[in-house]
């Protein structure tokens, strides 16, 4: 009860919140890419199970806060630099990303067209896998912020609960906008290789600092957004090439 009555552990909460929110932004856009490879039908649901096997992955690394803290401990040495757990997990993600997000601009510009009904281009199953893999990334990341501003464990899983709950609800309309609007799933894309290059560089002990990455990203969304209040007025929007296309009858 006194740390209810704690104005600084609400400040804390809501600071994290805030926070967890800010860095699942990149997690959302990669599920809703991914989920978009999907059939209709199960579109919904891939969004829904990513983001909440990436809560559990959270609240389990958070209670394995021991271990988290042993990721950092140095592994082994290469031409005269140390790599830890967590630094082999960051360049693995950067790469992984960098290699998701080029294939998935090389198939919008230039693969061919899938068909309503062909096969799936990728499986639930198969969907699912690689958002794991991200989710990983990703909730290390999250978690090791969250011990950094937090000393009550229940604190940080609030807090996590929360923010997933809000990409939960947004999720749905954000993944709509990306898919209706083909020049923001491009940008959508390019913010994923620059969040794959910035892991990479962490991993590799040179640290970009996030506001950097973050004005970034917004100062493109906000040039992205005249470009489509103007593309509005003046010409019809550019047509990547979609996983799934309608047959004419």
Do not use: C
Not at 23 to 36: H, K, M, P, Q, R
Request: proline residues 4%; hydrophobic residues 60%.
């Amino acid at each position: 009860m006194e740390q209810l009555l704690d104005p600084a552990v609400w400040i804390a909460l809501l600071t994290l919140t805030v926070l967890e929110v800010v860095l699942g932004v990149d997690n959302v856009i990669f599920i809703s890419i991914l989920s978009a490879k999907l059939p209709k039908a199960q579109q919904e649901r891939a969004r829904v199970t990513g983001l909440v096997l990436a809560m559990f992955l959270r609240i389990v690394l958070l209670l394995a806060i021991t271990w988290i803290i042993g990721l950092v401990a140095p592994l082994f040495e290469l031409l005269g630099r140390e790599f830890s757990g967590r630094d082999l997990i960051l360049i693995a993600g950067g790469l992984f990303l960098l290699g998701k997000a080029t294939s998935e601009i090389h198939e919008l510009l230039e693969g061919d067209p899938g068909h309503a009904g062909a096969r799936p281009v990728a499986s639930f199953g198969a969907v699912i896998a690689q958002i794991l893999a991200l989710d990983i990334v990703f909730s290390l990341d999250s978690v090791l912020t969250a011990v950094g501003l937090a000393s009550q464990v229940w604190v940080m899983v609030v807090a996590i609960v929360v923010a997933v709950g809000i990409m939960l609800l947004s999720s749905r309309p954000l993944a709509s906008f990306v898919s209706r609007h083909p020049t923001v799933k491009m940008l959508a894309l390019a913010f994923l290789l620059l969040i794959g290059t910035a892991l990479i560089a962490e991993g590799f002990d040179v640290h970009i600092p996030r506001g950097y990455v973050y004005f970034a990203m917004a100062f493109s969304v906000f040039v992205e957004v005249l470009n489509l209040r103007a593309r509005a007025r003046h010409a019809a929007p550019v047509e990547l090439r979609p996983t799934y296309v309608k047959e004419r009858e």
